[in-house]
């Protein structure tokens, strides 16, 4: 499995546009999974997971590594083919119509009420971080290479990660989104 796949297509970018594809590619980051496993994973009907994992294999963001006969019945396991996927050049201009972007963080949002359905409230220790200024061109840079060094960290952990059963720790999401303002946009005009 690769580390990054760049995203080519406007196909690609449609395919991760769904948050409940977003999800079935973390758990099929884990290993290889039937429709079935990943249903069960996930809360979901095995009939509404096929649907998005044909989507997800049409796109080649998923591919079927082994076939195993059954009861009768031909079990597929699919993996994801990277761990994380980045826009290609052709794409960017597509990303904030929708795309990955909103995508995410929908996804966020969907991850975080399950979380706090989970834990009946706000989950334990989630920090939320949101706010608006006017910045130098060393102050975002600081930015971003703290961003960085936190995907860096975040795809170390994916990298190195085992069975549940074998290692502490839990499972985090962390959504960051960085972006500026249109021109006609003015802060002040938020405060009055």
Do not use: W
Not at 163 to 173: F, K, L, N, R, S
């Amino acid at each position: 499995m690769r580390d990054e796949l760049v995203l080519d297509s406007v196909a690609q970018l449609a395919a991760l546009a769904h948050p409940l594809r977003q999800r079935i590619l973390r758990v099929l980051a884990d290993e290889p999974r039937t429709n079935r496993q990943i249903a069960g994973l996930l809360g979901e009907s095995p009939a509404r997971l096929h649907f998005h994992v044909r989507e997800l294999a049409a796109a080649g963001l998923i591919a079927l590594v082994e076939e195993r006969p059954k009861g009768g019945v031909l079990e597929k396991y699919y993996r994801a083919v990277a761990r994380g996927f980045r826009l290609g050049a052709g794409l960017g201009a597509v990303a904030p119509a929708g795309g990955v972007p909103a995508a995410a963080l929908a996804a966020a949002g969907q991850e975080l009420a399950r979380a706090e359905a989970h834990f009946g409230g706000p989950a334990p220790r989630t920090q939320v971080v949101q706010g608006q200024a006017r910045l130098t061109d060393e102050q975002l840079a600081r930015i971003h290479t703290h961003l960085k060094v936190i995907d860096e960290e975040l795809r170390r952990g994916a990298a190195e990660a085992q069975p549940a059963d074998e290692v502490d720790g839990e499972v985090v999401i962390f959504t960051a989104l960085l972006h500026p303002l249109p021109p006609s946009h003015d802060p002040a005009d938020d405060e009055a």
